[in-house]
């Protein structure tokens, strides 16, 4: 990371000439809160990306909802234009309310199958984007979900985007 510097006049207090020196840029809680995350985040590889995505769709094609919420955290938040269809709110706060929304949504999808595309991995940010195709009652698009991991390694925030119907050569 390169730090700026600037320089700044100095005067004493008997009113001598100035002398100018070179200080510091002040680092801010919220940089240095970023480096820590920085580290602390980077807790798995594309690799292990791609692995976790493929377990995800795995569990999701075997209903499992319990195998799933096991990696969100219990304060997790999530957001999904079903999540409004199905509880009258897109956003779902919580992994008691996720598992109501998914549980209720699953009800009403007796057909229902994951297939990874592809996964991309910021490692920044500790978000994973797990791109997919899907059958449900069968109608076939494409969605994808988001994931961003928390420092404990589970996953604190998601969102999910459904509906776009891929194009097959």
Known sequence: M??????VRLRSKARKPCRWTVAEPK????????RLLRHVA????????????????????K????????????????SS?????VTGNARVEGKDALRAYWT???????VLWFAVVRTLYDPTS??????????????????VEILMFGTSGTIARGEAFYGVIPHRS
């Open 27 to 34: 680092i801010t809680s919220r940089r240095v809160t970023r």
């Open 63 to 78: 209903r499992d909802v319990e195998g799933v919420l096991a990696h969100f955290a219990d304060d997790v938040v999530f």
């Open 104 to 110: 209720q949504a699953l009800d009403s999808h007796p």
């Open 42 to 61: 980077q807790t798995m590889t594309s690799q292990q990306a791609r692995e976790f995505a493929e377990r995800w769709a795995d569990l999701w094609n």
């Open 2 to 7: 390169r730090r700026e510097r600037r320089h």
């Open 81 to 85: 234009p079903v999540a409004l269809k």
């Open 126 to 143: 500790n978000t994973v984007a797990i791109i997919y195709d899907r059958d449900i009652n069968g109608r076939h698009d494409r969605a």
